[in-house]
């Protein structure tokens, strides 16, 4: 079984700091992995897509080692509102597949 | 982005009785739609792939009697929980592939279901 594992934390950060979270997968064949957003009670969106070493997007910086099966998340200063649980994925195989998530990384952001 | 829809929002039912929920792509065609579930504290689980037009695929140790999908078309599958039971309480959330998006889902915003 494909599994995706992932500290659950809780990550408890101070406002305007820097915070980073790993996350490894088993299944070597994965060539694109995700990071989503989770609110308490809501679904899970999208945050990040990683195909190839890494992809930054502001403050939000993902990478990739494929060496190593894993997959990173960097978040600089950080704000209140990035306190959320953060899900990495990974597909099942190729194409329109189903997703494995992580059990998501707790992050909670203080003032 | 697009928009995935689903129906009801929330469902209290006792124990026994069987429960519609409805995922509905809203502008744009989806031939493929999953549904997973997360139970409290939970990573989401693939419950199932359901395809338009053809029978579902489900994942190793989901009844597929118990957990009834219907794609009847294309911006429409239903997930019907047969004889719900309090273990099946959980949120339930659809997903489905957005035109045109590289691998990218678009979920709707789940349905809490609660058996007494």
């Known amino acids: 079984r494909k599994e995706v594992e992932q500290d659950p934390g809780p990550f408890n950060v101070p406002e305007g700091a820097t915070v980073a979270f790993n996350c490894t997968y088993s299944n070597s064949a994965s060539q694109s992995f995700f990071w989503y957003r989770q609110d308490c009670r809501k679904e899970p969106k999208l945050l990040m897509s990683?195909?190839?070493s890494g992809n930054e997007d502001g403050r939000f910086t993902a990478q990739l080692n494929r060496a190593s099966q894993y997959i990173s998340l960097l978040i600089r200063d950080s704000k209140l509102s990035d306190s959320a649980t953060y899900l990495c994925?990974?597909?099942?195989?190729?194409?329109?597949?189903?997703?494995?998530f992580g059990k998501g990384t707790h992050l909670i952001i203080q003032p | 982005g697009a928009v995935v829809s689903q129906h009801p929002s929330r469902v209290i039912c006792k124990s026994g009785t069987s429960v519609k929920i409805e995922c509905r792509s809203l502008d744009f065609q989806a031939t493929t739609m999953f549904w997973y579930r997360q139970f409290p504290k939970q990573s989401l689980m693939l419950m199932a792939t359901?395809?338009?037009?053809?029978?579902?695929?489900?994942e190793q140790g989901v009844e597929k009697d118990k957990f009834l999908i219907n794609h009847a078309s294309l911006t429409l599958s239903t997930l019907t929980v047969t004889s719900a039971h309090p273990e099946d309480s959980s949120f339930y959330i659809c997903?489905?592939?957005?035109?045109?998006?590289?691998?990218?889902?678009?979920f709707g915003p789940g349905t809490r279901l609660t058996v007494l």
């Open positions: 997903s489905a592939f957005g035109q045109g998006a590289l691998n990218e889902q678009f």
């Open positions: 990683v195909y190839s």
């Open positions: 359901s395809n338009e037009g053809s029978k579902a695929t489900y």
């Open positions: 994925v990974a597909p099942d195989g190729g194409g329109a597949d189903g997703l494995t």
